[in-house]
């Protein structure tokens, strides 16, 4: 099963939020996932987000992918930093 750390799209029309979740790349956008990892709000100023780190890291080690807006989220919590200098130190 190929597992994916991704953006799921919740909120009225024309009002994203976003919840950062764990789920198998096969389900659909707003469908089931294996765990919620945080939220993103980008309709705030500054945008809202929230990640918990020591679950982000856990499906990171366990081989979850991050999508490519999931990974900038990340990239700016600096989580992903961090999990890849925790990795190469541990080597």
Do not use: C, F
């Amino acid at each position: 099963m190929a597992v994916k750390i991704r953006l799921m799209r919740v909120g009225a029309k024309h009002q994203p939020t976003y919840r950062v979740v764990v789920a198998d790349s096969r389900t659909p956008r707003g469908g089931k996932y294996l765990e919620a990892l945080g939220i993103y709000n980008p309709r705030t100023d500054p945008s809202v987000i929230q990640i918990d780190e020591a679950k982000a890291r856990t499906w990171l080690d366990r081989g979850a992918r991050p999508s490519d807006a999931a990974r900038v989220l990340l990239q700016k919590t600096g989580i992903l930093r961090r999990w890849e200098a925790g990795r190469s130190s541990g080597s």
